[in-house]
């Protein structure tokens, strides 16, 4: 069976500062991992994915994550923070076998700080 | 207009109705998904359909059923709403034909509150 970890519910940074947003998977096969952004009231927006190509995968708004099979990670950060980035964060794992189905993460509130 | 939109975006019910909420796409997706989520809990998968005449269960399907009316319309159903059904709902849609490893997109989710 898949599962995700997201370490830490909640992460508070200043305006300008590192994002660092944790996730670790479980999977027996090779996953495709990807990580959503939620703003209050609106659905889950699709930031990036990784389906096995570059490991370093680059998505909008300026986050990146990377994957790292010897962790089982795949990290979302963003170098700078801005006051728009506070949203909920969702990271998910789905493979080849599992028909599209998605195992999200407990999500990650980040909070920004002017 | 969106591409996937569900109806109602928010439901206030009292406990043994039946309600349906419904989602509709005109992404032109084969396969459609009915998500619940819960504080700290993430999104958990409630039924999902690969076409009109394929429905299958999720990981927490009891108490709830689905139909899938058409390829872009997929509703799910409350038969007898109880109080610890009342969370934030989403629908969702992937292409298959693009293979398994694509994204879903997401409506904007219906709160429900059953009382």
């Known amino acids: 069976a898949q599962s995700v970890t997201q370490l830490g519910s909640h992460v508070s940074v200043s305006e300008g500062a590192l994002v660092l947003l944790r996730c670790n998977y479980s999977?027996?096969?090779?996953?495709?991992l990807f990580w959503y952004v939620q703003y209050p009231n609106q659905g889950l927006q699709l930031l990036l994915k990784?389906?096995?190509?570059?490991?370093l995968v680059k998505g909008i708004n300026g986050f990146e994550a990377e994957f790292k099979k010897s962790e089982t990670s795949f990290h979302l950060t963003k170098p700078s923070a801005h006051m728009s980035d506070a949203a909920e964060y969702f990271c998910?794992?789905?493979?080849?076998?599992?028909?599209?189905?998605?195992?999200f993460g407990q999500g990650t509130e980040l909070s920004v700080k002017p | 207009d969106a591409d996937v939109t569900q109806t109602p975006r928010n439901r206030i019910t009292k406990t043994g109705k039946r309600i349906m909420l419904e989602c509709s796409q005109t992404?032109?997706?084969?396969?459609m998904y009915w998500y619940r989520q819960d504080p700290g809990l993430g999104l958990r998968l409630i039924y999902y359909?690969?076409?009109?005449?394929?429905?299958n269960k999720g990981e927490i399907s009891d108490g709830y059923s689905v139909s899938r009316q058409a390829q872009a319309k997929f509703s799910l159903s409350l038969e007898s709403a109880i109080p610890n059904q009342t969370a934030l709902y989403f629908c969702?849609?992937?292409?298959?034909?693009?293979?398994?490893?694509?994204?879903?997109?997401f409506g904007d989710g219906t709160r429900l509150s059953i009382l």
């Open positions: 359909s690969f076409d009109v005449k394929d429905i």
């Open positions: 992404k032109g997706h084969d396969r």
């Open positions: 999977s027996s096969v090779p996953p495709y």
């Open positions: 969702a849609t992937s292409d298959h034909r693009q293979g398994d490893n694509q994204p879903q997109h």
């Open positions: 998910a794992v789905t493979s080849y076998n599992q028909g599209g189905k998605l195992i």
């Open positions: 990784y389906t096995s190509a570059a490991t």
